[in-house]
């Protein structure tokens, strides 16, 4: 006989057994204890002064009632719940079963009856009462005896926590870490701006206090960490508590949203620690996409690039669209697999198609492009790390540039109805090769506009937190291997917006275009690096310069202190979107500008030893350092 056609065995559960047993025989001199008991006390504890005609019911009737009890409590489950993880259901069940108990005592007493009233009127009350403190403490004195002893063996390792919020979202995150039998987190206070509930207790944890006691109780209750529980505050509320909290060198943690408590998800699992778009002081862009991407509705939409941050966004959220097929073009095939198989999952009737190619490629772009004819495009595919761009010039030129005019030129070709490409504010009188290539592209896009039906555009924005590559990983990194935490520069400032902000908007531009547009975003106020470094260490639970130390590196090569996202000439026009902005086109050459792209292509393809003077003469905007000295373009009088 093979171990496959061998008889299971079953193993019986002993432990279980004992500790049913246990709660039985219990259970038997509760019940016991509570019929003499309630006599007792009914007669202040004299046992000489209970009439007989009292107590022979109530001796004669016990054993039936010890039976029936039993059944009861079996009936209702108390010998089969897990009562070291009780909850209202398992206290709800015992108090029926022990009220159940009472009538059934009172039934049967009357059957037993000697005189014309088996026992006094109290005695009912008092015996459902005493049934009912005795199966309660049966029940819960173990889950908290256990509790009490984990506490105590972890007291030197207890959190002392702090929650900011005493609404829904704080109460059931109070009360998941009170009654956790396995939590080191001690909750020492509570805060919240509500006057009504300073004072009061919730779960025996007291409301010391607004936002101005922050500072004061967490050096009061030494405090390390501070939760806070107010999903639905808004985010000036959030960064206005977050920039309290910070002086506190307390580590931070939040409720990543609203909908967690809607779904009843509110727990300890879903604090996330505080991220730094958290102090960026605004709410989060919110653009109706079910409104603008109709145009995106049984279209083939194609995404190069589609396997980075920017591309794989744009991929999410045209995917629940309903699109006629996703195209993804991507030449590293791991962020490919990646945005495939999450799309599949969460939309397993999308139809998908993930192919592994270059936009250099002529003749592959021609081929995919014919094949699959998609009506919109959008084209994220870029080198953009602009350091490493410095040390490999014409890698940059080949494949933003050159890669951009034979993905546009496909396009055009083969009837593809809109072209939206992915540009940066870098491309405003650059400093770097990455902002110049990319200004390249953009006067690309404009003269395609005017000599095809394709509606070309390009979308310009700035840094979005969290894209690879971005400061904010970067930060972390440094953080968790403590320290130090290196910046460019002390006044180095940049604009800042989420990967699905700064796509939502793309999306709502591509709405917008009518052809040869540059839609720049708005990116809102800009932000000090040196101050989101500082606060992300804070916010980690470290000291400034104490326990983790800033590291001030020099600029690098092409960086900007700042970046603009419009040139002088350019201009401003408005949409309909207060957060979406159009330059105007700026007027060229083309023919010139044709020869010098010609010329710029033959010294890429050349490997020519610095194309930064044909990139120049390209775009007079862009300077470079060469030997130590600054290189402008020369000004044509």
């Given at each position: 006989m093979s171990?496959k ?7 019986f ?17 509760s019940v016991?204890?509570?019929s003499?008991?309630?006599?007792l006390l ?8 209970i ?16 039976l029936?009890?039993?059944?009861i409590?079996y009936?209702f489950r108390?010998?089969?719940s ?15 079963a022990c009220f ?14 000697i ?9 009912y ?7 009912v ?7 819960f ?9 984990h506490?105590?063996?972890?007291k030197?390792?207890?959190i ?14 109070i ?7 396995y ?14 509930k ?12 607004g ?5 004061e109780?967490?050096d ?16 000036t ?18 409720l ?6 809607v ?14 778009e ?12 079910d ?10 939409v ?16 045209i995917?629940?669209?309903k ?5 993804i ?10 945005i495939?198989q999450?799309?599949?999952q969460?939309?397993?009737?999308l ?12 003749k ?5 492009f ?32 050159f890669?951009?005019w ?7 070709m083969?009837?593809?109805r ?10 405003v009188?650059?400093?770097n ?6 200004r390249?592209?953009?006067?690309i896009?404009?003269t ?5 039906e394709?509606?070309f ?21 440094q953080?968790?291997?403590g320290?130090?935490v ?11 917006m ?23 975003l708005d990116m809102g ?17 470290y000291?400034v310069?104490e ?5 001030f ?5 092409g ?6 996202l419009?040139m002088d000439?350019?201009?401003?026009q408005?949409t ?13 050459d ?9 010329k710029?292509e033959?010294a890429?393809?050349?490997?020519v ?7 120049q003469?390209?775009v ?14 020369e000004r044509?009088?």
């Open positions: 171990e056609d061998k008889p299971k065995k079953h193993y559960n002993y432990q279980l057994l004992y500790r049913r047993t246990a709660l039985i025989i219990y259970d038997i001199l016991t204890a509570a003499f008991l309630a006599l009914r007669y202040d504890m004299h046992v000489d002064a009439p007989d005609e009292f107590i022979l019911p109530v001796r004669n009737f016990l054993p039936l009632n010890i029936l009890t039993l059944l409590f009936f108390l010998y089969h897990l009562w070291a993880f009780a909850g209202e259901n398992e206290m709800q069940n015992l108090v029926i159940l108990s009472a009538i059934v005592s009172g039934i049967g007493l009357n059957l037993f009856k005189s014309s009233q088996p026992v006094p009127d109290s005695y009350f008092m015996y459902l009462f005493l049934l403190t005795f199966m309660f403490i049966s029940r004195s173990y889950r908290f005896l256990r509790s009490r002893k506490r105590m063996q972890n030197k390792n207890n002392s926590v702090m929650i900011i919020g005493a609404g829904e979202a704080g109460n059931a995150l009360k998941e870490i009170v009654s956790s039998n939590s080191t987190m001690v909750i020492r206070c509570i805060i919240d701006d509500d006057k009504q300073w004072g009061q207790f919730i779960q025996g944890i007291k409301v010391v206090g936002r101005d006691k922050i500072i109780s967490a009061l209750y030494d405090i390390d960490e501070i939760f806070i529980a107010i999903p639905s505050a808004p985010r509320v959030i960064r206005d508590i977050l920039d309290i909290c910070k002086e506190t060198n307390c580590k931070l943690r939040s990543p949203g609203m909908y967690q408590l779904n009843g998800e509110v727990s300890v699992s879903k604090l996330r620690d505080v991220e730094v958290d102090l960026l002081g605004r709410e989060p862009i919110r653009v109706d996409l409104s603008i991407l109709g145009y995106v509705q049984n279209k083939v194609m995404v190069t690039g589609g396997g980075g941050s920017i591309g794989s966004e744009l991929c999410r959220q995917a629940t669209h699109p006629a097929r996703l195209i073009v991507d030449i590293y095939e791991n962020n490919a697999y990646d495939q999450e799309l599949l969460r939309h397993p009737d139809p998908l198609v993930v192919l592994i190619a270059s936009v250099r490629n002529t592959r772009m021609n081929a995919i014919a094949e699959y004819r998609p009506d919109i495009v959008y084209h994220a595919a870029a080198h953009k790390h602009v350091p490493l761009m410095e040390t490999s010039p014409n890698e940059a030129i080949k494949n933003n540039v890669g951009t034979k993905t546009a030129s496909a396009a055009a083969n009837g593809c809109k072209f939206v490409m992915i540009s940066t504010d870098k491309a009188n650059p400093t090769i990455m902002g110049a290539s990319k390249i592209c953009e006067m896009i404009q395609f506009n005017k000599h095809y394709t509606e555009v390009a979308v310009r924005f700035g840094n979005v937190l969290g894209s690879n590559g971005s400061v904010i990983p970067l930060f972390k990194k953080i968790a291997a320290g130090p290196t910046v460019t520069h002390p006044d180095i400032i940049r604009y800042f989420t990967i699905p902000e700064a796509v939502s908007l793309v999306l709502q531009a591509g709405a917008y275009a009518r052809g040869g547009e540059i839609f720049v106020e800009p932000v000090k690096i040196l101050d989101l470094a500082k606060n992300l260490i804070r916010l980690s639970g000291k310069g326990d983790i130390q800033i590291e590196t020099g600029l690098r090569p960086e900007k202190l700042y970046e603009e419009l000439e350019e201009g401003m408005d309909a979107n207060k957060l979406i902005h159009i330059g105007k086109p700026i007027e060229l083309e023919d010139e500008f044709f020869i010098q792209l010609k710029l033959d890429s393809r050349d490997e030893e610095d194309i930064r003077p044909l990139v003469q390209i007079p905007t862009y300077v470079y350092k060469k030997d130590g000295r600054t290189v402008k373009a044509k009088d």
